[in-house]
């Protein structure tokens, strides 16, 4: 049972970014999947959620209208398309699950019991 981030890498200040959140060993469209985002000293962030069934998705502040959040059955994967980069969006992106299918999601990290290791997301001014 694995969650692999990628995509991550080097963007320009309102520059455009697809990262990804692929599972292994389980079905992610019985799964709530949420984005958090964490840089060096500073506490984590929520970034977005999606639903199993993709029927609601959240997103943290100041994010909604830069970032889409988004998942593909057929590829056991979620997505996060990142648009108008800021430099204080450079973090470490993860992605966590948790078994739901109800219209569910949430912006609150405990509530996710299953984690990924992350892709680097670098924002240059």
């Known amino acids: 049972v694995q969650l692999v981030e990628s995509g991550g890498g080097f963007v320009q200040s309102w520059g455009s970014l697809e990262i990804s959140c692929a599972a292994s060993?389980?079905?992610?469209?019985?799964?709530?999947v949420g984005w958090f985002r964490q840089a060096p000293g500073k506490e984590r962030e929520a970034v977005s959620c999606?639903?199993?069934?993709?029927?609601?998705?959240l997103y943290g502040d100041d994010i909604e209208g830069r970032f889409i959040v988004s998942r593909d059955v057929s590829k056991n994967t979620v997505y996060l398309r990142m648009s108008s980069l800021k430099p204080e969006g450079t973090a470490a992106y993860h992605c966590?699950?948790?078994?739901?299918?109800?219209?569910?999601?949430?912006?609150?990290?405990?509530?996710?019991?299953?984690w990924g290791q992350g892709t680097q997301v670098t924002v240059s001014s």
């Open positions: 966590a699950t948790y078994p739901v299918g109800d219209r569910w999601c949430s912006l609150i990290a405990r509530a996710y019991d299953h």
């Open positions: 060993g389980f079905t992610l469209d019985q799964y709530a």
């Open positions: 999606i639903s199993s069934r993709a029927d609601r998705r």
